[in-house]
């Protein structure tokens, strides 16, 4: 059988799939304003360094148009190019929205890479006010521009999103109770809103969390056999503790038989 491979999914050259996001479309286009207004600044301020210089006779006007000519390049070939390859793929505005440009198999981009970028770029940004980048980038998967697509890049994140909370234990006291209580599989919509409730108690109004705890330790009660005497909210919070742990230990020990059978099979054929 043949694994499903997603469109937008990142490979390694051994076809292994890494666990990798894209960085979104909003926050290219972001990044890649904020690099191109530090061109511009750039370059703006060798115009007017130029002009003043040509100005004072410093310059006649044919080494005017050389240095011109230099200053395009460096603004928008090398400078990219050695910022790219001395950060790994990270210019300043890839710092600021939390990316970073790699290879299509998930492996640090280098001098070739950023080359080919910067040399596109001058199509894609410069020639065509971003026209070409931004339309590229809003019809591929990992909206990559035609820099990247040549290049065989993309900007991937960085800044990975915020792990949430741990999971509240048993509550203490209830240990001996939770070893023999019975304590039924619950209906979805009652299992979520208690888990949600156990998650987020300690931030709810005194009152609306003693009124939600009382609703749902009725509800959970036709579920749990003994019912121990303890308040509404500890009830609450044992019931999700210990439906917690029997799920995941009957996860382990199916993920074990599975890993049984496989191994007894491979044994077989062998």
């Given at each position: 059988m043949l694994a499903q491979i997603r469109q937008d999914e990142v490979l390694t050259g051994e076809a292994v799939a890494l666990d990798v996001q894209p960085l979104g479309y909003f926050l290219r286009v972001?990044?890649?304003?904020?690099?191109?207004?530090?061109?511009?600044?750039?370059?703006?301020?060798?115009?007017?360094?130029?002009?003043?210089?040509?100005?004072?006779?410093?310059?006649?006007?044919?080494?005017?148009?050389?240095?011109?000519?230099?200053?395009?390049?460096?603004?928008?070939?090398?400078?990219?190019?050695?910022?790219?390859?001395?950060?790994?793929?990270?210019?300043?505005?890839?710092?600021?929205?939390?990316?970073?440009?790699?290879?299509?198999?998930?492996?640090?981009?280098?001098?070739?890479?950023?080359?080919?970028?910067?040399?596109?770029?001058?199509?894609?940004?410069?020639?065509?006010?971003c026209a070409v980048a931004l339309l590229v980038g809003a019809f591929t998967p990992r909206s990559q521009r035609l820099g990247d697509l040549v290049a065989g890049t993309y900007s991937e994140r960085t800044r990975a999103p915020r792990l949430p909370d741990p999971a509240p234990g048993l509550p203490p006291g209830l240990e001996e109770w939770a070893a023999v209580a019975d304590v039924a599989r619950l209906p979805d919509r009652l299992a979520r809103r208690i888990s949600q409730f156990a998650h987020s108690a300690a931030a709810m109004d005194p009152g609306a969390r003693a009124r939600l705890a009382d609703s749902l330790a009725?509800?959970?009660?036709?579920?749990?056999?003994?019912?121990?005497?303890?308040?509404?909210?500890?009830?609450?919070?044992?019931?999700?503790?210990?439906?917690?742990?029997?799920?995941?230990?009957?996860?382990?020990?199916?993920?074990?038989?599975?890993?049984?059978?496989?191994?007894?099979?491979?044994?077989?054929r062998a």
């Open positions: 972001v990044g890649a304003l904020i690099d191109l207004i530090v061109a511009v600044a750039l370059f703006v301020g060798a115009a007017l360094l130029l002009g003043a210089l040509a100005g004072q006779g410093a310059l006649a006007p044919a080494q005017v148009q050389i240095a011109v000519i230099v200053t395009i390049v460096m603004v928008a070939v090398v400078l990219p190019t050695v910022v790219e390859t001395a950060s790994r793929g990270r210019s300043l505005g890839k710092l600021v929205v939390g990316g970073r440009i790699v290879r299509a198999d998930g492996g640090a981009s280098g001098f070739r890479q950023a080359l080919i970028r910067a040399l596109v770029g001058v199509l894609e940004i410069y020639l065509t006010v009725a509800e959970a009660t036709a579920f749990v056999a003994p019912v121990p005497a303890v308040s509404p909210e500890t009830l609450v919070r044992a019931v999700a503790a210990v439906r917690r742990d029997r799920e995941y230990d009957a996860l382990v020990l199916q993920d074990q038989r599975v890993a049984d059978l496989t191994a007894g099979l491979a044994g077989g």
